[in-house]
């Protein structure tokens, strides 16, 4: 039987499979680049199911190669003896000028890199890592001030046009 050509999936569209959503809130997000992820198949077919959280997670550099630590990705349960271990260690695919700006960031003190989501892009895992600095409590506050102040501006401005 043969399969029809129009029944392949589309992989010209790229969607987000699991966001690190304390990331902007705990961080203020510096920079952030795209890179790819050394996978195995198993692994691929559970992020494709959603089954990846990356909230404990975050980068490092180590001997020139950048490392993602402490991303979960739960085990595939038809792939039987040929799984993967679901807290292992997994290598972000850069190129090196990218790499070097990663390890000048690592160097600096009170920065650090953060994985903010896994998405899929033309059929690939993707992951978007930032280069972060860490908020204080009282920059949260302020933070939070802020957007409840400007919501109230725009829905008086709302308001006011009606």
């Not at 959280?53 to 980068?59: C, G, H, Q």
């Not at 000028?97 to 059929?123: N, S």
């Amino acid at each position: 039987m043969a399969k029809n050509p129009e029944s392949k999936p589309d992989y010209s569209l790229s969607r987000v499979v699991c966001r690190n959503r304390k990331a902007k809130h705990e961080y203020e997000l510096i920079e952030q680049l795209e890179c790819g992820i050394a996978l195995r198949g198993s692994e691929v077919k559970s992020i494709r199911n959603n089954k990846i959280a990356i909230e404990d997670a975050y980068v490092r550099v180590e001997n020139g190669e950048v490392w993602l630590i402490g991303a979960d990705i739960a085990e595939y349960p038809q792939a039987t003896y040929l799984n993967h271990d679901p807290k292992r260690q997994r290598k972000l695919l850069l190129r090196r000028r990218e790499m070097g700006k990663f390890e000048r960031a690592c160097e600096q003190k009170g920065l650090t890199l953060i994985p903010v989501d896994v998405h899929l892009a033309r059929g690939f895992v993707k992951v978007t890592v930032a280069i972060a600095r860490g908020q204080k409590e009282y920059d949260k506050r302020d933070k939070i001030k802020k957007q409840a102040d400007q919501r109230e501006i725009s829905q008086a401005v709302r308001q006011a046009g009606r």
